[in-house]
């Protein structure tokens, strides 16, 4: 995961790395609004970018589920501009979403892995994420390559329209350089994310809950686990609880808190403290350092801090070991899993 960041931020200038941008970027920065496509992860990979698109650029943005956006009647308007979003760039569902949308005079950008790849074809341009191959069928190291492509376009944009100062873009920037360092980093606790997969293997269900940027890594989480350990878990926004799932928790409930610090910090804590309050099982992925949430909670996560901005590529990383390692433990084929195909071509 790191080397595939690395090699996608090396060079200075955004322009370099991101090769089918150049001709778009005008396009983008002109967009009233961006719709995104994708299905999966890819589609997580979306809500991170709306987040993103919506802070640092000002642009309006829908995130779509291909599968529901190719048999709808969507209304889609001259300066609207179509994101689609891809590991393989077979998925038959994105592919579909690409054509409805072409049909109608919108402009599509790709993002895909696989280098001439039909949905890589189908676009009017794109950025590669070059991810290298992903062996297992459920992505793992094309979301944070995704992630990664998606924050530079966001970061691009957004300084082509001015919506962030030379001062945020700089440091936006130092900021890219230092992550597959700080990714690098989340691996040392491996073992102990082992060690919770262990107490937790044969859990029925899992809740995940996150807020803002962190709210899309809650539902990538409980994918990761769903797909490759076959155990039923659900995402959640963490402001939703309360509006229903909070009737799940008692004490045979683990929760996956995102709870990094940020500027979501202070509403985790009584999210958690809600949990809490109902015997609800916490573990916690926090910021390195934090002393106030590992007194509250039964285990935590450490991840580095980096900048609010760049806090999925950190926080999923745990999610994903602590799927891999329970997936492992229950005796399940982790690249294979079963009813899923790498490219869903029908
Ligand atoms: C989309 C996707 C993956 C998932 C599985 C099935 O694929 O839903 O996110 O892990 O492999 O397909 P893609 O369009 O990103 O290749």
């Not at 992630?147 to 944009?157: E, S, Y």
């Not at 269900?205 to 797909?227: D, S």
Request: one cysteine or more.
């Amino acid at each position: 995961i790191a080397d595939s960041m690395r090699g996608r931020l090396r060079a200075a200038d955004l322009h370099l790395q991101l090769g089918g941008l150049d001709s778009y970027l005008d396009k983008l920065a002109c967009a009233e609004r961006i719709i995104i496509v994708g299905c999966g992860t890819s589609w997580h990979a979306g809500l991170v970018a709306e987040y993103l698109f919506e802070e640092l650029a000002r642009i309006n943005v829908e995130v779509e589920y291909a599968s529901e956006f190719r048999y709808r009647n969507p209304v889609i308007r001259e300066n609207d501009m179509v994101i689609a979003i891809s590991q393989s760039g077979e998925t038959a569902d994105t592919l579909a979403a690409i054509e409805l949308a072409k049909s109608r005079g919108a402009s599509i950008f790709g993002v895909c892995n696989v280098v001439g790849s039909s949905i890589a074809r189908a676009t009017h341009a794109g950025a590669y994420t070059h991810a290298g191959p992903e062996i297992g069928v459920a992505s793992t190291k094309a979301f944070t390559a995704q992630v990664t492509v998606l924050t530079l376009i966001a970061i691009a944009v957004a300084r082509k329209k001015n919506t962030i100062t030379e001062e945020s873009y700089r440091q936006l920037l130092t900021a890219l350089e230092a992550m597959p360092g700080k990714v690098e980093k989340v691996f040392e606790h491996a073992s102990r994310i082992k060690e919770i997969a262990y107490i937790f293997t044969y859990a029925r269900n899992f809740i995940y809950l996150g807020r803002g940027l962190n709210f899309p890594v809650a539902l990538e989480g409980a994918l990761k686990l769903k797909e490759i350990s076959y155990i039923h878990a659900e995402g959640y926004p963490a402001a939703e609880m309360k509006h229903g799932p909070i009737a799940l928790i008692d004490e045979d409930m683990p929760v996956v808190f995102l709870a990094t610090r940020d500027s979501s910090y202070e509403k985790i804590v009584s999210n958690i403290q809600e949990v809490k309050a109902r015997k609800g099982r916490v573990i916690a992925i926090v910021t390195e350092g934090d002393t106030l949430i590992p007194e509250m909670v039964d285990f935590v996560i450490e991840v580095p801090e980096v900048h609010e901005s760049l806090t999925p590529l950190v926080s999923v990383i745990p999610l994903q070991l602590l799927s891999y390692y329970i997936a492992v433990m229950r005796g399940r084929n982790v690249d294979q899993p079963r009813n899923l195909a790498k490219s869903v071509t029908v």
